[in-house]
């Protein structure tokens, strides 16, 4: 019969309990911050996309084709993003919390400048329906990753390859125009996200240290919120390839 009384027992139950409920507010933080981040790419899209004076400082449409062309500030909006992406990956151990949410926060804003263009392409119903499928594929994928059991290190890596792949593959197929790759690519790509969605989970919840300070451990959720973000984006973006309709 358990010896109830131990204390012992107890104490490695109330260490397990403390351990369990700063994992959770650890992950709940790296939700937040995510959900943060593309509710700011959502409103930036939006406002670019919608206010002419706005948009014709990074986009210009070509009235008799309509194709959107990008004057040098959008050039310049499309690429940070990246340059403050690899900023972050490699500088965020040494910065300060407020630095690290600040350019967070600027990378996502930035981002939305770059995706006005998808709701200039396609309608708004096809970006609102596409959206709430991703979020429940992107849900349930994080959420399969938070609880498994299964050690999904060698998924990952396997993941990794593939996305490499897949990123040769659209460089080709910016030459080729081929639609049939297109449509391959597409597919690649959100079976690719998909599963990364689960790995980058478990990933981050590994991540979690019961003793990190205030300022690792924030660091640690902005780090894990821009890796499940890039999630987000590309699962969405490649299943508006798929599903989207047009205008």
């Not at 700063?22 to 992950?27: Q, V």
């Not at 959008?74 to 407020?98: K, Q, T, Y």
Request: glycine share 10%.
């Amino acid at each position: 019969m358990a010896d109830y009384n131990n204390p012992v027992l107890r104490g490695q139950t109330a260490a397990a309990g403390v351990i369990d409920a700063g994992l959770r507010a650890y992950m709940l933080r790296v939700y937040n911050y995510m959900l943060v981040g593309l509710t700011l790419t959502g409103a930036t899209a939006w406002v670019t996309a919608n206010i002419p004076q706005i948009r014709n400082l990074f986009f210009h449409i070509d009235p008799a084709t309509g194709r959107i062309g990008m004057s040098m500030l959008g050039w310049i909006a499309l690429l940070a993003p990246l340059g403050l992406v690899l900023f972050l990956s490699f500088r965020i151990s040494r910065m300060s919390l407020p630095a690290a949410r600040a350019t967070f926060w600027v990378y996502a804003a930035l981002m939305g400048i770059g995706m006005a263009p998808v709701l200039l392409l396609y309608t708004g119903a096809s970006v609102g329906e596409v959206f709430f499928i991703t979020a429940g594929t992107f849900g349930a994928m994080s959420l399969w990753g938070y609880t498994t059991k299964r050690d999904l290190t060698g998924f990952g890596s396997f993941l990794f390859m593939g996305l490499i792949g897949l990123m040769i593959a659209m460089v080709v197929n910016m030459f080729l125009h081929s639609a049939m790759m297109q449509w391959i690519v597409s597919v690649a790509g959100v079976l690719i996200f998909t599963g990364l969605t689960a790995y980058d989970t478990q990933n981050i919840k590994e991540m979690y240290v019961a003793n990190d300070d205030g300022t690792v451990a924030g660091r640690k959720a902005i780090f894990g919120a821009l890796k499940l973000y890039l999630d987000f984006i590309n699962l969405f973006l490649f299943m508006l390839r798929l599903m989207g309709n047009r205008r």
